[in-house]
């Protein structure tokens, strides 16, 4: 049988209130990250920007040392007027086994053609060859930052193990919690019940 009381007085315990509030606010915080990284990224097909910025998931060793494997990128869409050799920049490629990607390469070289528009060579960092010509159409942005707690998330959602524990650890929290709080509520009405009726 559960001790309602003890588990009661345990709840109404400062620092334990405390505790619970932070670790509550952080499942929270994970939760909102893995779901805009999961929506961005899987149901949007990276069309969809978010005030102008892109959140891009590194899946090959191309850009090491500068990125890993699940290191998770934010590209803002720039004016490609802007755009300088050395910076990194996300493309959806449209040639031969870069077709229907995102490639996230650094730029080496930048040219303008007749009609004014903007002709980017970009190689990965540890490639011998560069990419195909990427024309300012199929830029998606320049990556301006690297996520650290996005890509901590994404590499522990990437595991079979890692997703269900990321899913399942904080749902059970969170029904648990609200099961333990009924309760109390139950046994509290059911005591101030009988003390009227006392």
């Known amino acids: ?113 007749e009609n004014g528009e903007y002709i980017f060579r970009a190689k990965g960092l540890a490639n011998l060859i560069e990419d195909p010509a990427v024309h300012e159409n199929q830029l998606y942005g320049v990556v301006i930052y690297k996520s650290i707690l996005l890509s901590i998330i994404y590499r522990i959602v990437a595991t079979d193990v890692g997703f269900l524990l990321f899913i399942f650890i904080p749902m059970l929290y969170i029904i648990g919690s609200e099961i333990i709080t009924t309760l109390l509520e139950k046994e509290e009405a059911k005591r101030k019940k009988i003390t009227s009726n006392g």
């Open 1 to 113: 049988m559960i001790n309602l009381k003890k588990i009661k007085d345990i709840k109404e315990d400062k620092k334990f209130k405390t505790v619970m509030t932070v670790i509550r606010i952080l499942v929270i915080i994970i939760l909102i990250c893995f779901i805009i990284v999961v929506c961005l990224q899987r149901f949007s097909d990276n069309k969809i920007s978010f005030f102008n910025y892109r959140l891009f998931t590194v899946v090959s060793g191309s850009m090491k040392p500068k990125y890993d494997i699940g290191d998770v990128l934010i590209a803002k869409d720039v004016e490609p007027s802007t755009i300088k050799v050395g910076d990194t920049i996300s493309y959806q490629g449209i040639r031969g086994g870069f077709k229907g990607k995102v490639i996230t390469h650094q730029v080496i070289g930048i040219k303008m053609n």
